[in-house]
């Protein structure tokens, strides 16, 4: 059974940092992209962060770019979203995905791109 599970959410001031994880289990995505997208109520699920297999390319939402950094370790099969200058725009539910093609190119940005995916872990920035 393949899962994805998200960590690190909370709550946290505005101007603070987290730092969210998710590990994968159940097979590996060492040759996957792995993106992070959030997704607020009753808004849609939206970008915001996507890394390549090796980690080599990344591509961020303008909303998120100079502020958050994703990273991912292959060993530990784990991708990690670092969040800094939290704003309270930022609250959501976070979601960590995996593309299901392992055809090298540049990481998708698109919900549809993505096969798998974790349940989410709340992240709330207060005022």
């Known amino acids: 059974q393949v899962q994805l599970v998200e960590s690190g959410g909370g709550l946290v001031q505005a101007g603070g940092s987290l730092r969210l994880s998710c590990a994968a289990s159940g097979r590996t995505f060492s040759r996957n992209a792995m993106g992070w997208f959030r997704q607020a109520p009753e808004k849609e699920r939206e970008f915001v962060a996507a890394?390549?297999?090796?980690?080599?390319?990344?591509v961020y939402s303008d909303s998120v770019k100079g502020r958050f950094t994703i990273s991912r370790d292959n060993a530990k099969n784990t991708v990690y979203l670092q969040m800094n200058s939290l704003k309270p725009e930022d609250s959501a539910v976070y979601y960590c995905?995996?593309?299901?093609?392992?055809?090298?190119?540049?990481?998708?940005?698109?919900?549809?791109?993505?096969?798998?995916w974790g349940q989410g872990t709340q992240v709330t920035v207060s005022s």
């Open positions: 890394i390549s297999w090796s980690g080599g390319y990344t």
């Open positions: 995905a995996a593309e299901g093609t392992t055809v090298q190119r540049r990481p998708a940005t698109s919900v549809s791109e993505y096969d798998y």
